[in-house]
Nanobody, 117 residues
Framework: QLVESGGGSVEAGGSPRLSCKYSGYALTRYCMGWFRQATGKEREGVAG???????SYADSVAGRFTISKYNAMNTLYLQMNNLNAEDTAMYHCAAVVGCAKLGRSGFWGQGTQVTVS
């Protein structure tokens, strides 16, 4: 189970933080991450953190977003900085074998909407 929180309406340039509480996943097996889907667009893998702690980011968010994981609390975070209108989307927390597959396979939550105005 994956449950996201922290979305909402944000002004351009804002810095919200998304959270994802997860359970039932063997951390040594899965990459945990975030993908997003804007209206009328395909899913885009945003950021992932693999079981060895390595992180990866989409070019569109590199340098602005930071993914982190707090294992003791089974919580995943996405710190988003300097948002712009193109970041408006539904953001989903996901667990997948291989970060490159974020949004294309594995498991994900219902999502949290981020709207930048």
């Amino acid at each position: 189970q994956l449950v996201e929180s922290g979305g909402g309406s944000v002004e351009a340039g804002g810095s919200p933080r998304l959270s994802c509480k997860y359970s039932g996943y063997a951390l040594t097996r899965y990459c945990m991450g975030w993908f997003r889907q804007a209206t009328g667009k395909e899913r885009e893998g945003v950021a992932g953190i693999d079981n060895d702690g390595s992180t990866s980011y989409a070019d569109s968010v590199a340098g602005r977003f930071t993914i982190s994981k707090y294992n003791a609390m089974n919580t995943l975070y996405l710190q988003m900085n300097n948002l712009n209108a193109e970041d408006t989307a539904m953001y989903h927390c996901a667990a997948v074998v291989g970060c490159a597959k974020l949004g294309r396979s594995g498991f994900w939550g219902q999502g949290t909407q981020v709207t930048v105005s």
